[in-house]
């Protein structure tokens, strides 16, 4: 599903970002990229999603190389990929089935559909009665359920969360895994940055551990 | 539910081109709606510079009106040796209707001159004692065409005039109309150069609202591109919102113009000493009214277009 041959990228000419990447991740894998702040996790993220192209080397996404894939193509990836940004990036000014509705308005969904996807996505999330709330009423857990939500309503191919359990209480973080391990249990793959040990050490899972932009560790065997 | 099972979705809501407007323009409309203050305080403000180039419009457009009939006084007298008959003085008449640029032609009798010579020294009746009808020479006054009124036109058309047999002298006041022709060509310039610089201040007025407008919204703009808008996706409710803020502006601002004016024309006589239904000051003609409209549309569309470029990049 996700394919990396001799990836180097440097945001700078200097300050190399990645350095060497080779990966494959299989349909149907749930992978763990971690390492230090800067270690390279949320750039490697943002090449599955065609956010950023490398300097060298191929990236194939769903069999899609994406350095050659042209600009106007780059919306159409992005569908198949559904995304839970470090930040939310949610509209403030939107309420929660704004939000949550904007991928499905893109791919051309009625309105009645969507508001019944919607609400069914919101209910797996025990946000259901936060519908009409913006934002901003919301707490950081909900935040973070709602960013979910938007990534996971049109059932994508591949689902990407950068941090996704950051500053939150446990049972917070723990419900947002079970959520992302459904999803993958249904099918998607799932590929998760994160630097919390424990959460990776509790789910048994393949690790990808990065260091200033190489790869150091792949563990296939859970620890 | 299968993660592939996106590819079997419900049927599109935006199906054809009039499903995908309806779509755009509804997607606009909440817009506007989610943007309020934002979207209000841009339409001011493309209300508010509209309104200063349509008022300039209006004065302009007096002025033009109000010096085109100043310049009616641009005539030539014709002035002949012997007094004609009715019959010379027909073919006459025929013979400069033929000359091109030729407008109205007076005749002014040896009678009338007399008449016109008491009324200009009225007061002064002493100086006409002994001063008969006869001692003035009869003449035909000729207005010109608007498009003859130049200085360098009228000597032409003197010229030609010249040519008639029986015209023994012309008189045209060569100096006032040159002087007045000149004068006009300042105020057209001083007009052009006002107008220009007002138009390319407006244009970069009503740009950066909406270029602010628009960075306000850039995380938006930012996340549809990350969940797999395409670019027209994108725009096209965008470039709806900058039209529509185009359309409500100029709208307000000839209606504010129309109150100026409605209110102008109904105080004049209170506060100033002439009335302008007497100064004859018209309102704007409705292709100036629908052209104000048109550019007020068309700098809310232009305004986003650019905008949108600086931000958008998939």
């Known amino acids: ?223 | 539910m299968s993660p592939n099972k996106s590819a079997k979705r419900p049927k599109l809501s935006r199906e054809g081109f009039w499903g995908q407007l309806h779509y755009f323009f509804t997607r606009a409309i909440t817009n506007i709606r989610q943007n309020m203050l934002v979207n209000i305080l841009t339409i001011g403000t493309i209300s508010l510079a509209i309104l200063i180039v349509t008022l300039l419009l209006m004065v302009y457009i007096n002025l033009e009106r109000a010096t085109d009939q100043w310049s009616e006084r641009v005539q030539v007298t014709a002035y002949f040796d012997s007094e004609l008959t009715p019959q010379e003085l027909n073919a006459l008449k025929t013979k400069i209707h033929s000359i091109q640029g030729t407008g109205k032609v007076v005749y002014v009798s040896k009678a009338e001159a007399l008449q016109r010579f008491h009324n200009r020294l009225k007061g002064q009746d002493a100086l006409l004692e002994g001063v008969t009808a006869n001692i003035l020479p009869s003449a035909l006054e000729i207005q010109l065409d608007k498009e003859n009124r130049s200085s360098d036109a009228l000597k032409a058309y003197v010229a030609r005039l010249g040519k008639i047999q029986g015209i023994t002298e012309i008189q045209y006041g060569d100096e006032w109309v040159k002087r007045f022709n000149n004068f006009m060509d300042f105020m057209r310039l001083v007009g052009i150069l006002l107008g220009g610089f007002l138009v390319l201040a407006v244009v970069f007025i009503v740009a950066n609202t909406i270029k602010l407008t628009i960075y306000s919204r850039k995380d938006e703009l930012e996340l549809l591109g990350l969940v797999g808008a395409t670019r027209l996706f994108i725009k096209i409710p965008f470039l709806i919102e900058g039209i529509l803020q185009g359309a409500i502006g100029s709208a307000l601002a000839i209606i504010l113009t129309t109150c100026l004016y409605l209110g102008f024309l109904h105080n004049a006589g209170n506060f100033l000493s002439f009335s302008p239904a007497e100064a004859n000051l018209v309102f704007l003609p409705l292709p100036h009214l629908a052209g104000v409209f048109l550019g007020g549309i068309l700098l809310g569309f232009l305004g986003s277009l650019t905008s949108l470029k600086r931000f958008i990049n998939l």
């Open chain 1, 1 to 223: 599903m996700i394919q990396l041959h001799n990836v180097f990228l440097s945001y700078q000419k200097e300050v190399s970002a990645l350095s060497n990447i080779n990966l494959k991740v299989a349909k149907g894998e749930f992978v763990f990229l971690t390492g230090i702040s800067g270690a390279g996790k949320s750039t490697l993220l943002k090449l599955f999603y065609g956010a950023l192209k490398p300097d060298r080397g191929q990236v194939l996404i769903d069999g899609q190389n994406i350095i050659r894939l042209p600009a106007a193509q780059i919306p159409y990836l992005r569908r198949k990929v559904g995304v839970v940004f470090q930040d939310f990036k949610l509209l403030p000014n939107r309420t929660v089935l704004e939000n949550v509705a904007l991928t499905l308005e893109v791919l051309g969904w009625g309105k009645k559909d969507i508001g019944k996807k919607v609400y069914h996505i919101l209910k797996q999330m025990g946000l259901e009665h936060k519908i009409n709330s913006t934002p901003l009423r919301l707490s950081g857990g909900e935040q973070q359920r709602v960013a979910l939500a938007r990534a996971l309503v049109n059932d994508p191919k591949i689902i990407l969360a950068d941090e996704p359990t950051g500053n939150l209480d446990e049972e917070s973080k723990s419900l947002i895994l079970n959520i992302l391990k459904e999803s993958n249990i249904r099918g998607s793959t799932v590929v998760v940055a994160s630097h919390d040990k424990r959460l990776i050490d509790n789910c048994h899972r393949r690790v990808v551990i990065l260091d200033k932009g190489r790869i150091t560790e792949d563990s296939d065997v859970p620890k």
